[in-house]
């Protein structure tokens, strides 16, 4: 188990620029998750997979927005036309889909945006 | 809508002593689980402890254990014998029964001083 990897750890973009993070979850969870953390808050929930299925997207997931999972594995999410309000740390986390598991996250991806 | 709320911002301890961190919820939900979760600083999140609502028996963890009032919706922490590693940002935090999306409190901040 090597817990849940992200990727990059930073990303510092112009506004206006795409930018594409990367999370790797714990190979036997079939559920990954993606959040957003702002400075001060506990992360807000942004969408979540079962395997390749995009089961669940919260309305902060703008159009600009858009999260992958294509073979059930590895996630990306993908902002597009980057804004200063997108500064934010962003999270993935995964579990399994059993009743009462709990999330374990990876270590965030900070977005700055110039 | 479920809403978290952790009423105090920032908590500081004596090295040794015990804290007790405050959490209130809302649902009208009966099945569902509870979490605190730990953040130290630019470190990742990690679970503390977990309680499922339809168990009356609050749950421990070494040195952490809950006190879970389900009728009043409470959820409070309470670390024992706090060490210097104990500080970090506490998230409570709520799923339903089927554990889609997580909703997290805006965290307290817990200082353990020596």
């Known amino acids: 188990d090597t817990g849940v990897s992200q990727n990059p750890r930073h990303k510092i973009t112009k506004r206006g620029q795409n930018v594409t993070f990367r999370c790797d979850p714990i190979?036997?969870?079939?559920?990954l998750y993606w959040y957003r953390q702002t400075l001060g808050q506990g992360p807000e929930f942004l969408t979540y997979?079962?395997?390749?299925?995009?089961?669940?997207k919260s309305r902060l997931l703008s159009d600009r927005f858009s999260a992958e999972r294509p073979k059930g594995s590895f996630s990306t999410l993908e902002i597009q036309r980057t804004e200063q309000g997108d500064s934010a740390m962003y999270l993935c986390?995964?579990?399994?889909?059993?009743?009462?598991?709990?999330?374990?996250f990876g270590d965030g991806t900070r977005l700055s945006i110039l | 809508a479920q809403t978290v709320t952790q009423s105090q911002p920032e908590m500081s301890v004596q090295e040794a002593e015990t804290v007790t961190l405050s959490c209130t919820y809302d649902?009208?939900?009966?099945?569902?689980?509870l979490f605190w979760y730990k953040q130290p600083p630019s470190r990742q999140m990690i679970l503390v402890i977990r309680?499922?609502?339809?168990?009356?028996q609050n749950a421990t963890e070494n040195r952490f254990s809950v006190n879970f009032q389900k009728a009043a919706k409470s959820f409070s922490l309470k670390i024992s014998d706090s060490q210097l590693g104990d500080t970090a940002m506490y998230f409570c935090?709520?799923?339903?029964?089927?554990?889609?999306?997580?909703?997290f409190g805006a965290g307290t901040r817990l200082t353990v001083k020596p």
């Open positions: 986390a995964s579990s399994l889909e059993r009743h009462n598991q709990p999330q374990h």
């Open positions: 190979s036997e969870h079939n559920r």
């Open positions: 997979f079962q395997n390749e299925a995009q089961l669940e």
């Open positions: 649902t009208s939900e009966s099945n569902y689980y």
């Open positions: 309680q499922e609502a339809y168990k009356q």
């Open positions: 935090a709520f799923t339903m029964y089927n554990n889609n999306d997580m909703r």
